[in-house]
């Protein structure tokens, strides 16, 4: 029986409206709440109507309003914002919070193996042709377990937190007793929210894969994930760059023709099939899969998707871009689109529109530009992708 959240409700008025909802992050001053706010005018301006600011500054959920949340909704959050369908927000509702992590890429080490209320059993078993080698886990014998039965075949294994974004929360170990160490610095907290145990793969390169649906018009992409540095040399996420057309996924496989890029696409289908009839009660307008590419401990090529993104994120702006380029102009069939996060000075492209300049109390100054134009068949350069400006999700 569905939750009475998430039971089928009529649809509601049209919005009068949009709000941005902060999550984590966003709640404090900084890029992302300056970042997010952007979005939501953008999308307020596609849809015709104001923006309202952001939710913390209302004195309680509004009924009436678009959202543009920085987080994937859970169900009770959907209900108190009176969200029924997809086209209430830009995002996504999930029935669990953990439903919306790279948790539920993988399954379980054994049977016997902890899981949250609501698990869903079945699933890594039917994504592990789409997804490299792992497990998810909630207990440290089973993440033992699970790096033990990794290791057997890999060279290593990569240890991510459920909450881990922009490659933060992660670390890789090469034997059990690193594997041991590591565990002892996690937390109760840690184990509760859940870790994923993954093969660790050479060479790696991140493709995005995703839809993003608006005011009744949709666009799908193809692309790949760059890495910056922050202030003090440690690899950030630096950015994505997007193959965009019209309509879905299917409509995006008719213009992929290289090997790579369709069993990335193809990949990416499967993972939304499976994960939607696993959760049904999943309501999505944005939906984005990083899919790796590298090579395994036999050096042969590896690939699959890492984790679902069901929310904003850092490629958003592209393709909002990528959207608006394909609305004023109907000759156009497909779109080069493209966002750059850069930490420290930076002299932005004359052809490209900054959306964020800020000295981040945390992080230091960052720049944040999009650009984007027709793209004449860019998407065989995303085979040259070189791996060492990867991103590991």
Request: a neutral charge.
């Amino acid at each position: 029986m569905l939750p009475t959240s998430l039971a089928p409700q009529p649809s509601r008025s049209r919005p009068t409206r949009v709000i941005a909802v902060p999550g984590t992050t966003a709640a404090r001053p900084g890029h992302e709440r300056a970042t997010l706010g952007w979005i939501a005018a953008q999308v307020a301006r596609i849809l015709e109507l104001p923006f309202d600011g952001f939710a913390d500054a209302l004195p309680s959920p509004q009924d009436d309003a678009f959202l543009v949340p920085q987080e994937t909704l859970d169900a009770g959050a959907a209900a108190r914002w009176g969200v029924v369908e997809a086209s209430d927000l830009l995002g996504g509702v999930v029935p669990a919070a953990f439903v919306a992590t790279k948790l539920i890429t993988h399954g379980l080490v054994a049977a016997d193996a902890a899981a949250p209320a609501g698990w869903n059993a079945a699933l890594g078993a039917q994504l592990q042709a789409v997804t490299v080698p792992g497990f998810s886990v909630f207990a440290g014998g089973d993440l033992l377990r699970a790096a033990a039965t990794l290791l057997a075949s890999a060279r290593a294994v990569r240890i991510k937190l459920a909450d881990g974004i922009g490659g933060g929360g992660q670390f890789v170990v090469h034997d059990l007793d690193a594997c041991r160490h590591r565990l002892g610095l996690l937390t109760p907290a840690d184990l509760d929210a859940g870790v994923v145990v993954e093969a660790d793969v050479a060479q790696p390169a991140t493709y995005s894969v995703g839809t993003l649906r608006l005011g009744g018009r949709s666009i799908a992409y193809v692309g790949t994930q760059g890495l910056g540095r922050d202030r003090l040399g440690r690899p950030v996420y630096g950015g994505s760059t997007l193959s965009v057309v019209r309509g879905g996924l299917p409509e995006l496989l008719e213009v992929v023709h290289q090997p790579r890029l369709r069993r990335t696409v193809d990949m990416a289908i499967a993972y939304d099939r499976c994960a939607q009839a696993a959760y049904p009660q999943l309501v999505c307008s944005r939906r984005n899969y990083d899919v790796l590419w590298g090579r395994d401990a036999q050096g042969r090529p590896q690939g699959g998707v890492l984790e679902q993104s069901w929310r904003v994120g850092g490629a958003t702006p592209a393709e909002l871009a990528a959207f608006d380029l394909l609305d004023r102009e109907p000759g156009i069939t497909r779109v080069l689109a493209s966002t750059v996060e850069r930490h420290g000075p930076v002299q932005v492209p004359a052809q490209a529109e900054v959306y964020c300049v800020l000295d981040d109390p945390r992080c230091g100054l960052i720049t944040k530009f999009r650009h984007a134009g027709a793209d004449p068949g860019a998407l065989s350069a995303f085979e040259a992708f070189d791996g060492s400006t990867s991103f590991h999700a």
